[in-house]
DNA sequence: AATCGTGATGTAAAGCTTTTCATTCACCCT
DNA sequence: AGGGTGAATGAAAAGCTTTACATCACGATT
């Protein structure tokens, strides 16, 4: 025996597919009596809509697609919440995928959307990815995508973001205001587009403070926990050791840190570290993280409405949200500016 | 001008729909230059299927539904992982829907699924949850659900976990064998199943070696960091003081150790702390957390495979996995047992 | 040469809902 | 009493795809 359609419940309740419909969608138009007949008659069957009939009229799904390169990164816990209450407030459904940054997952979502399964798409992930090779996507270009956090070089993509350059610049600021004068900055995948701005951020601060910048100063790593602790490897065997550290995420400061800890250096005293992103654990290690705090909920309440506007034929520019220093115990002044 | 449909593509090629549809899934049946002039069409008018289209005629989504009550909580990450693995070898899309614990949002994904946008569902959440309230759910049952991690006392659901009780039992008894006699307990809320489970197990472990059991080295808390915290305080008010906590999950773990560390008190020379679930946090915190880890990759995958046996119709029965005790920097023997 | 088989393609129905337009009916007003 | 008004409901089309079945052509077999 298989579902219910609306057929069977008109005909339990004596009246037409067409009736049915309108008591489940405009209650207020249907006689109070009818109504009632029909509902028992829904309660009765057990009867749901079929969304497929339903998307296939309508020709929209009342859902939002978020695609996040790695659901395990709990930097974007907080941009969904975001995402997810003005999805709610609008009558979207917030549905999430994640690709793990495999290219056969990627395009299993972007077809999702193409398919019309999602109304839009919101894109936390690489903006190199897929998205835009897509044959088509940007000739039809009738399918609303806004990206988060991410500004690649895609212009004619709606963004979110912050300020990266002057974000990682502030960070590094701070430690020079400090006393430190020796900095060493540990990067992210250097394909990444955040990278190469906070990267800049960083030279760009050195460079204003009249500080001289040397190559092995700049440590590689991929914003993996594991790449932190290979950091801290290259930093005990440079030559000219540096005063403090910023780092391109928490995650990599905080395997930094970790790594430190087993080799008895302590933070902040033998060398400041400074994060990015302020993540979920910033607050709560050990020494706790001083970072640069992205308003995450806010970019993803921001980026929702962005992609709402766009659904509704607007035509909406980009947004760039402010960043905050948070000074916590991971950082201190050097023995000289004390 | 709206989307291309199959109907347009067969016009420009010169053929009827059904051999467009042929091409797209059965390409071998259908004479190679057909195909190519097909192909052809299909890449200059951009086509797509239209999966509402193409759902409501084949009674399937090829959506698998996962539902998570909190996606900000990093445990549900690696379940995810491999939930993502078996369901793409499945030729399944995953998509997550994130309930943060709000009744009108479960209420959503329930509706989700019994709409028939997905084929089936896999519970992260509460089983208490709405899920079992939907009129009909049960009545019908034809909609393939399997819970994962938490088994309630809806035994009528397919569900995956570990023995938690077992497990509990055995963090405690690993402190017991390190010298602890006075081994408190930070518990989850109370309302979960879970906490009521790693609850016993604490007590049988501690009765099954003799040792006094004392209502106020029972703390609660609820799975945050910040009542990991607040337990701590509780724990400074303590007139017997304990030399070990065995706490209900890592979250809270950290929270009490770092607001031990604040005051002074060292882990683990001062108490040693267990916590519970093996997060990827609790290797790179200080100190590196001992902990009970549940095989969540394999948790993930085996739930998969449990829908999509009861997709086709077998009869699978619930399934428990093994736990395994990680020993870290977070314990240490008694000086009695050294 | 007639028949059969086979491979390739077309036809048409089914899947379920929303929505426009038409119809019916009751009631009111003049 | 007749026409008009408005509310309530019904009939039917449209939305797009898959698939069972029919058709057709052509080569092979006997």
């Given at each position: 025996m298989s579902r219910p359609t609306i057929e069977d419940v008109a005909r339990i309740a004596g009246v037409s597919i067409a009736t049915v419909s309108r008591c489940l969608h405009?209650?207020?138009?249907?006689a109070p009596n009818t109504r009632e007949r029909v509902l028992a008659a829904v309660r009765q069957t057990g009867y749901t809509l079929n969304a497929a009939a339903q998307s296939l009229r309508q020709r929209r799904s009342n859902t939002v697609l978020v695609v996040v390169p790695?659901?395990?990164?709990?930097?974007f816990a907080e941009i969904l919440g975001g995402i997810q209450q003005e999805a709610s407030a609008a009558g979207l459904t917030m549905l999430i995928g994640d690709t793990g940054r495999v290219k056969a997952r990627e395009d299993a979502y972007v077809r999702y959307l193409l398919n019309g399964r999602a109304d839009g798409a919101l894109l936390?992930?690489?903006?190199?990815?897929a998205w835009f090779d897509i044959p088509n996507v940007n000739v039809l270009g009738i399918r609303p995508i806004v990206t988060i956090s991410e500004v690649g070089p895609h212009q004619q993509t709606i963004a979110v973001s912050i300020d990266n350059e002057a974000a990682a610049q502030a960070a590094v600021s701070h430690l020079i205001a400090q006393g430190h004068r020796l900095i060493a900055h540990l990067t992210g995948p250097l394909t990444n587009i955040l990278t190469r701005q906070r990267l800049d951020g960083y030279r760009r601060a050195l460079a204003d403070a009249g500080l001289t910048w040397r190559q092995d100063h700049e440590l590689p790593g991929d914003f993996g926990v594991a790449s932190g602790r290979a950091a801290f490897a290259l930093y005990r065997a440079?030559?000219?050791?540096?005063?403090a550290i910023f780092c391109a995420n928490d995650e990599t400061a905080m395997g930094f840190i970790s790594s430190a800890h087993c080799a008895g250096v302590i933070v902040p005293r033998d060398i400041s570290v400074v994060g990015f992103?302020?993540?979920?654990f910033a607050q709560s290690y050990i020494p706790a993280l001083t970072t640069v705090r992205q308003p995450r909920a806010e970019m993803g309440a921001t980026a929702m409405r962005l992609l709402l506007s766009i659904i509704a034929n607007e035509a909406p520019a980009s947004i760039r949200l402010p960043f905050e220093l948070v000074l916590r115990d991971s950082t201190a002044a050097t023995f000289a500016a004390r």
């Amino acid at each position: 025996m298989s579902r219910p359609t609306i057929e069977d419940v008109a005909r339990i309740a004596g009246v037409s597919i067409a009736t049915v419909s309108r008591c489940l969608h405009l209650p207020d138009v249907v006689a109070p009596n009818t109504r009632e007949r029909v509902l028992a008659a829904v309660r009765q069957t057990g009867y749901t809509l079929n969304a497929a009939a339903q998307s296939l009229r309508q020709r929209r799904s009342n859902t939002v697609l978020v695609v996040v390169p790695d659901i395990g990164n709990t930097f974007f816990a907080e941009i969904l919440g975001g995402i997810q209450q003005e999805a709610s407030a609008a009558g979207l459904t917030m549905l999430i995928g994640d690709t793990g940054r495999v290219k056969a997952r990627e395009d299993a979502y972007v077809r999702y959307l193409l398919n019309g399964r999602a109304d839009g798409a919101l894109l936390l992930a690489d903006p190199q990815a897929a998205w835009f090779d897509i044959p088509n996507v940007n000739v039809l270009g009738i399918r609303p995508i806004v990206t988060i956090s991410e500004v690649g070089p895609h212009q004619q993509t709606i963004a979110v973001s912050i300020d990266n350059e002057a974000a990682a610049q502030a960070a590094v600021s701070h430690l020079i205001a400090q006393g430190h004068r020796l900095i060493a900055h540990l990067t992210g995948p250097l394909t990444n587009i955040l990278t190469r701005q906070r990267l800049d951020g960083y030279r760009r601060a050195l460079a204003d403070a009249g500080l001289t910048w040397r190559q092995d100063h700049e440590l590689p790593g991929d914003f993996g926990v594991a790449s932190g602790r290979a950091a801290f490897a290259l930093y005990r065997a440079l030559d000219v050791k540096p005063t403090a550290i910023f780092c391109a995420n928490d995650e990599t400061a905080m395997g930094f840190i970790s790594s430190a800890h087993c080799a008895g250096v302590i933070v902040p005293r033998d060398i400041s570290v400074v994060g990015f992103d302020d993540i979920h654990f910033a607050q709560s290690y050990i020494p706790a993280l001083t970072t640069v705090r992205q308003p995450r909920a806010e970019m993803g309440a921001t980026a929702m409405r962005l992609l709402l506007s766009i659904i509704a034929n607007e035509a909406p520019a980009s947004i760039r949200l402010p960043f905050e220093l948070v000074l916590r115990d991971s950082t201190a002044a050097t023995f000289a500016a004390r």
